[in-house]
């Protein structure tokens, strides 16, 4: 079966530049996550969706950062403008509500680089 | 608040020795699921192990056990018959259902290099 699936696995670009970053959970998980791991901060969470509804974006760092859910198979992590403080991996992860299995399945993440 | 404390920054291990990883946690809630994941130098965190906290019995997954101490919120990762493949950063989790909430709280990470 296929995996979290994230794309690009590498961006690279400017100072003031849109980046979109894509999310496609497992098939028939309803539960997304957004994370940001970085040297100094670790782990964050970032926003997360249940049925495609955001549940808790408060640890979106400020306006610059979006994020969308359409459809149960795909999510955008947007970030307009971009600012050098934003690179980072970013990682997606999925799961099914509901079941009383709480652990979390990633993608293998979105290393960003601005420059 | 609720956090995650890893205290070991790094650590190694001899191959086919034994390592034991620390993690401390902080909640009021009565009901958790605490993970251990893993993250080799290719960057997937792979969910190692897990453990309910209404579970006395302490999970095991083949080379990986933990110590799960209620009372103290210590939630350690034995590692048996070191593997060079374990060489990976250790990441101790937790998430408490309440409320709807079912997010990961992390830890900082221990890097963990094995030796041959």
């Known amino acids: 079966d296929a995996g979290v699936i994230q794309s690009p696995r590498h961006e690279v670009t400017e100072m003031g530049q849109e980046v979109t970053l894509r999310c496609k959970p497992i098939s028939g998980h309803n539960s997304l996550f957004w994370y940001r791991q970085t040297m100094m901060r670790g782990l964050e969470l970032l926003i997360y969706?249940?049925?495609?509804?955001?549940?808790?974006d408060s640890g979106m760092p400020e306006d610059r950062f979006s994020a969308k859910m359409p459809n149960a198979s795909f999510s955008t992590l947007k970030i307009q403008p971009s600012e050098p403080r934003d690179s980072a991996v970013y990682f997606c992860?999925?799961?099914?509500?509901?079941?009383?299995?709480?652990?979390?399945?990633f993608g293998p993440g979105t290393r960003l680089t601005v420059t | 608040a609720q956090t995650v404390t890893q205290s070991q920054p790094e650590m190694s291990v001899q191959e086919a020795e034994t390592v034991t990883l620390s993690c401390t946690y902080d909640?009021?809630?009565?009901?958790?699921?605490l993970f251990w994941y893993k993250q080799p130098p290719s960057r997937q965190m792979i969910l190692v192990i897990r453990?309910?906290?209404?579970?006395?019995q302490n999970a095991t997954e083949n080379r990986f056990s933990v110590n799960f101490q209620k009372a103290a919120k210590s939630f350690s990762l034995k590692i048996s018959d070191s593997q060079l493949g374990d060489t990976a950063m250790y990441f101790c989790a937790f998430t408490t259902p309440q409320g709807g909430s079912e997010k990961l709280v992390f830890g900082k990470g221990t890097k963990l290099t094995v030796n041959p």
């Open positions: 992860a999925s799961k099914v509500l509901g079941t009383g299995s709480y652990e979390q399945y």
């Open positions: 909640t009021s809630e009565s009901n958790y699921y």
């Open positions: 453990q309910e906290a209404y579970k006395q």
């Open positions: 969706f249940n049925n495609n509804v955001p549940i808790d």
